[in-house]
């Protein structure tokens, strides 16, 4: 049986629902239970206990290989040693705080902004996604004057307060402010229309009205431009372009939350947003921003954060840190030294057209979608009816689990295979996972 939620998340691990685990594992989940306590979710219905990872390799105790398909973090491969040496390297010299001068923090943005279209110029650096995305808000707050916040419909953005405020896939616990609007995630699969981009500019024009209606006025709305939580939703090219258009005509901010598709993952180019055609306020990064190390924050226009700067100091005493600044330096590297963007985009090509020809003799799958190695595939129990089956979908994620293929599931139903594996990932990557998928579907 296939427990797919808890507490609203896709894929956790449900105590008591498998009878397999093994004796010293279920001892540490109640020692994690005991120390941790009951907010913490763990993946998979037999939870995975990992002792070392390599490249787009994890290993258990046992010295077990698990492919990992699923890790936007580690993006450039577990331990890569380029990441290793440049944060040991910065360690044995300094490791201090934005209070200093220190070029470390110069060069590496120097370098992070130059990936970016003007005039998105300057950098501000935090340790998390959610720190990125709250100081987002509080910039866009002070820019407008506004409060109001635009999400899609299970978007999620961040654990702060303000933040957990407009990311309604945590759940019903926890509860979206008043000052927020969601619009329906612009999906094609489901939804019937032949102009995404107009459909998804009216349902936020009817958001304004909405926020207007409640005397709020607008600040900003934020879209993770892959809909990584939506379901994974990359086409057609610039859909967002008329939105964002419309969210700024009503005075607010747009910010691009790339945490999931930034630094190359969708092979397009260095950022999802481009794949729009759009030039946001503000940019958040994060996750594959320090291949591990906590690095994250905001690139932003400089007329956006000019008065709030001149007003509001601003230190955050790990973001920015040399060591941190270090990491993020070795990961810009390597995304140009291994042609990473372009390997998103060829094994992400690939991995698609396999799947798809996968789909031709497995009735279950009802699409397959995304953009280089971010990809979303939906399991039905039907092709017309297009009727989710999450149960199954949480069976294959579990039954490659236990063939030591490590991906997870997403989506408002639950029903969407979650495929974002290391963007080092290779063709024969691929077809090892292929192997598995086959064998489970055999199965
Ligand atoms: N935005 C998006 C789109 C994310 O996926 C996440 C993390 N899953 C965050 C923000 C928050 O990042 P963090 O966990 O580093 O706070």
Request: proline residues 5%; aromatic residues 8%; glycine residues 10%.
């Amino acid at each position: 049986m296939s427990t797919l939620t808890s507490a609203g998340m896709v894929n956790a691990y449900v105590p008591g629902a498998s009878s397999r685990i093994p004796e010293e594992d279920r001892a540490m989940i109640e020692r994690r239970a005991a120390l941790l306590g009951p907010a913490y979710r763990l993946f998979y219905e037999e939870p995975v206990h990992l002792v070392r990872g390599e490249g787009v390799h994890l290993y258990d105790g046992d010295g077990n290989a698990y492919l990992d398909v699923y890790n936007n973090v580690a993006s450039l491969g577990h331990g890569h040693p380029a990441v290793v040496e440049a944060v040991s390297r910065q360690w044995a010299v300094l490791n201090t705080h934005t209070r200093y001068l220190h070029d470390a923090i110069l060069a590496y943005a120097e370098r992070l902004s130059a990936t970016f279209p003007a005039p998105l110029s300057q950098v501000m650096l935090t340790c998390t996604g959610s720190e990125a995305n709250d100081l987002a808000y509080r910039i866009a707050k002070h820019r407008t004057g506004g409060t109001g916040v635009i999400v899609t419909s299970l978007a999620y953005h961040g654990v702060t307060d303000a933040v957990s405020q407009f990311s309604p896939s945590l759940g019903a616990s926890v509860p979206l402010g008043a000052h927020v609007r969601t619009v329906p995630a612009p999906d094609l699969y489901r939804r019937n229309t032949d102009d995404l981009g107009r459909d998804f500019a009216d349902d936020v024009r009817a958001a304004l009205a909405d926020m207007r209606a409640s005397g709020i006025r607008p600040a900003m709305m934020i879209c993770d431009t892959i809909f990584s939580s939506d379901g994974v939703l990359a086409d057609p090219p610039g859909f967002l372009a008329e939105a964002v258009a419309v969210v700024r005509e009503a005075g607010a901010l747009f910010v691009a939350d790339e945490v999931q598709p930034g630094f190359g993952r969708t092979g397009d180019a260095m950022w999802g947003f481009e794949r729009h055609g759009i030039l946001p306020d503000m940019v958040s990064l994060g996750k594959p921003m320090g291949n591990g190390q906590p690095v994250a924050g905001l690139v932003l226009q400089p007329d956006v954060v000019a008065d709030f700067g001149a007003k509001v100091r601003y230190f955050n005493t790990y973001g920015g840190n040399p060591v941190s600044c270090a990491a993020g330096m070795a990961v810009l590297d390597v995304i140009a030294r291994e042609n990473l963007i372009q390997n998103a985009r060829n094994t992400g090509a690939y991995f698609l057209e396999r799947l798809r020809t996968f789909a031709e003799c497995y009735a279950a799958v009802g699409d397959v979608r995304g953009r280089g190695l971010f990809i979303g595939v939906e399991i039905v129990r039907d092709r017309a009816s297009k009727e989710p089956d999450a149960a199954l979908a949480g069976h294959l994620v579990n039954a490659l689990r236990r063939r030591r293929v490590l991906i997870s599931a997403s989506g408002p139903h639950a029903n969407i295979l979650k495929i974002r594996p290391p963007i080092v990932f290779s063709r024969e990557n691929v077809d090892t996972f292929m192997d598995a998928l086959e064998g489970v579907a055999a199965e």
